[in-house]
């Protein structure tokens, strides 16, 4: 190969590495970490001369951004990252009196230092919305913070317990240590002959979980169809953390059947949250 072809290549190469990197490629949440270098993207390519191909390649670099990102939590492994865009706090809507409680509330506790915050109700209400709201302005903040969907990873760690070594302790410390942790749809219970069942292993599990994090003090942020006295009825002492660290009335938001029926409708007259 002739000099010049050999730089002819390295200039089409290094033209296409510079396209890819002059774009902005919103990969990680720019709200969370702006970085100027890569743009958001993470990183960027390099060309390097690979003596097999007898040609230029383009290789990824990670951006110096990468290990901030790692450090204060804000990468996906909070499981966040998908929905944070999808739910935030200006996109809340407050059509209603109950909403605007909700919201209120919900601006209220990301100043708190270690209260709770539940909402219960019928899905379909805005659930998942303003927790994954409160969840990502605790990540802006830089705490570090866990998105567990209750039944895929109540699930996982139910079946890690009987596994050996130390796997269970492992991801179950995640969920303990966490400066937030935001558990979405705890308790999928189902009415059999009038009573609420509910297996022991999850009870236990919450329980567990929820324990530690009382006594630690740590955020915890939930979300369930059920409402207080339900959760009661399921178990006393869950129920009595929950309800102590929400200040009792004040983060412990339940939306009755029939307000979270006409949550959609624009307009509609509408104050009844009621708490527990
Ligand atoms: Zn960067």
Redesign the pocket.
């Known amino acids: 190969m002739t000099i010049e072809e050999r730089q002819r290549k390295k200039i089409e190469a290094q033209a296409k590495a510079n396209w890819v990197n002059s774009q902005e490629w919103e990969i ?1 949440n720019k709200d969370l970490y702006d ?9 960027s390519l390099v060309v390097h001369w690979v003596d097999e191909y007898e040609d230029y390649c383009l290789f990824w670099r990670d ?4 290990s901030i990102r790692r450090e204060r939590g804000l990468l996906d492994d909070s499981g966040l990252y998908t929905m944070q865009e999808r739910y935030k706090f200006n996109n809340y809507q407050t059509f209603n009196k109950l909403q605007e409680k909700i919201k209120t509330a919900a601006e209220r506790y990301i100043k708190e230092a270690e209260a709770w915050f539940y909402i219960g109700g019928q899905s379909g209400a805005g659930k998942t919305h303003i927790c994954t709201a409160i969840a990502t302005e605790h990540l802006k903040k830089g705490n570090s913070v866990l998105y567990m969907l209750w039944r895929d990873a109540g699930t996982r760690l139910k079946r890690l317990i009987t596994s050996k070594g130390d796997e269970y302790d492992k991801e179950i410390n995640r969920y303990k240590n966490v400066d937030v942790l935001f558990i979405d749809d705890i308790f999928k219970a189902r009415r059999k002959n009038n009573e609420l069942s509910v297996t022991d292993g999850d009870v236990n599990l919450a329980f567990e979980i929820l324990n530690y994090r009382y006594i630690s003090r740590r955020k915890t942020i939930i979300s369930s169809e059920l409402s207080g006295d339900e959760l009661e009825e399921i178990d006393e002492a869950i129920f009595g953390r929950i309800f102590e660290m929400t200040k009792h009335s004040e983060y412990f938001i339940y939306i009755n059947k029939d307000a979270g029926k006409n949550y959609r409708t624009k307009g509609e007259k509408q104050n009844d949250v009621i708490q527990k």
């Open positions: 990680y970085c100027s270098i890569c743009r958001n993207k993470g990183g951006c110096s951004c990468m």
